[in-house]
């Protein structure tokens, strides 16, 4: 039995123009998601709103956390890329989790 070929071509490269506007992006989204988790934690802590609290840690888990094992693997290279990953798809999901949580708990 002959082995199926899945891929016909190599795939194509970005130009370098979609690559920085990609990572600018994602930063960008970053420095959002921390600014609203800041905002979410000052209004736990003024109105003593746990639903707040959670979507504060809610929002770093998905965003900020896997940027920096992202950027501690870019720079470090120390861990492996499975884990790297692996460790990063587990934060979103418990980011997404407790917002989820703050979303459906009583006030």
């Not at 905002?39 to 709103?49: D, H, I, L, P, V």
């Amino acid at each position: 039995m002959r082995p199926v070929v899945l891929q016909l071509s190599q795939p194509a490269a970005f130009p370098d123009w979609v690559v920085t506007f990609q990572q600018a992006m994602q930063i960008l989204s970053v420095v959002i998601g921390v600014f609203i988790a800041y905002q979410a934690y000052r209004g736990y802590k003024r109105n003593e709103s746990r639903p707040m609290l959670f979507i504060a840690i809610g929002f770093v888990l998905v965003l900020a956390i896997p940027f920096c094992l992202f950027v501690l693997y870019g720079v470090l290279s120390v861990l492996p890329v499975a884990a790297v990953v692996v460790g990063s798809q587990l934060s979103q999901v418990s980011g997404l989790l407790a917002i989820l949580y703050a979303l459906r708990m009583p006030a």
